[in-house]
T-cell receptor, first 110, second 112 residues
Framework: KNEVEQSPQNLTAQEGEFITINCSYS?????LHWLQQHPGGGIVSLFM???GKKKHGRLIATINIQEKHSSLHITASHPRDSAVYIC????????????FGQGTILTVHP | NAGVTQTPKFQVLKTGQSMTLQCAQD?????MYWYRQDPGMGLRLIYY???????DKGEVPNGYNVSRLNKREFSLRLESAAPSQTSVYFC???????????FGPGTRLTVL
């Protein structure tokens, strides 16, 4: 069983729709990262959070430590949001080892 | 600032050849990481360096060696490349061990 489960694996949306990507994990964590991987391959860190909620522009990330669950929301989705979104809980070790989910492939159509 | 840079971007090797992937960061970060990404496997940690002068194995270290040359540079060496090492390799750095990680553009390696 994977330590990190993301759902859905694939998501297709129309421009303007509200998007939710879910992440469940089984390991104890110190923080959780959300990453975005563009079609060209580059990886960008979107959020790092250890409790509550964070917002950056149209992106919102939430985490429930007790339920070992995090969500990434995209409001008013746009075709440029098309990418792979990766959830990565960070273990409680001193070096903050990340365990990566398989990723959610998001395609937003105009 | 260039952030995290990696060279080369692409490389084709024959089985048994050796090569070194270079990574450098200009953000004065203490921690640096090497990952590989394979289809259906997600990202996996090969080696990491929590600070200058230290390196430790990650999840998939076999067949690789690393050198933290100085605070800026962290190289990954394949001594005898195998087809199973065909992958995309990403270097990342972080200011603190458990902090936000910044990724390089990746190196696409094919071993024939």
């Amino acid at each position: 069983k994977n330590e990190v489960e993301q759902s859905p694996q694939n998501l297709t949306a129309q421009e303007g729709e509200f998007i939710t990507i879910n992440c469940s994990y089984s390991v104890g964590i110190s923080a959780l990262h959300w990453l975005q991987q563009h079609p060209g391959g580059g990886i960008v860190s979107l959020f790092m959070l250890s409790s509550g909620k964070k917002k950056h522009g149209r992106l919102i990330a939430t985490i429930n430590i007790q339920e070992k669950h995090s969500s990434l929301h995209i409001t008013a989705s746009h075709p440029r949001d098309s990418a792979v979104y990766i959830c990565a809980p960070a273990g409680g070790t001193s070096y903050g080892k990340l365990t990566f989910g398989q990723g959610t492939i998001l395609t937003v159509h105009p | 600032n260039a952030g995290v840079t990696q060279t080369p971007k692409f490389q084709v090797l024959k089985t048994g050849q050796s090569m070194t992937l270079q990574c450098a960061q200009d953000m004065n970060h203490n921690s640096m990481y090497w990952y590989r990404q394979d289809p259906g496997m997600g990202l996996r940690l090969i080696y990491y360096s929590a600070s200058e002068g230290t390196t430790d194995k990650g999840e998939v270290p076999n067949g690789y060696n690393v050198s933290r040359l100085n605070k800026r540079e962290f190289s990954l060496r394949l001594e005898s490349a195998a087809p199973s090492q065909t992958s995309v390799y990403f270097c990342a750095s972080a200011g603190a061990a458990a902090g936000e990680q910044f990724f390089g553009p990746g190196t696409r390696l094919t071993v024939l």
